[in-house]
């Protein structure tokens, strides 16, 4: 089992910056997978960031060179810093562990997410 719990949403203008955090219930060396996902109103939720057990990162195309994943190993925490923040960056964000328990066979964790509203 894994616990998150996000933090850091709000309300931003546009242009402006975001930091979100998220802290894991165990180490995060025992976790394969952490990312970034978020739901738009209306839409479904789509992958924003992700980094692997290797330090791998990948980003959705609409959000490359904007944010940036990373890690705290010491804290157990994910971090998503958000620049150049767009209206259509609005969305709840969630944060998300994946952990592969056996060949094919993986589990995703997933936190309660944290609201981000960028105003025009």
């Known amino acids: 089992q894994v616990q998150l719990v996000e933090s850091g949403g709000g309300v931003v203008q546009a242009g402006g910056t975001l930091r979100l955090s998220c802290a894991a219930s165990?180490?995060?060396?025992?976790?394969?997978?952490m990312a970034w996902y978020r739901q738009a109103p209306g839409k479904q939720r789509e992958l924003v960031a992700a980094?692997?057990?290797?330090?791998?990162?990948n980003y959705a195309d609409s959000v490359k060179g904007r944010f940036t994943i990373s890690t705290d190993n010491a804290k157990n925490t994910v971090y998503l810093q958000m620049n150049s923040l767009k209206p259509e960056d609005t969305a709840v964000y969630y944060c998300n562990a994946k952990v592969f328990i056996g060949t094919n066979i993986r589990e995703d964790y997933w936190g309660k997410g944290t609201l981000v509203t960028v105003s025009s």
């Open positions: 165990r180490s995060l060396f025992s976790i394969n997978a």
């Open positions: 980094v692997n057990s290797g330090s791998r990162t």
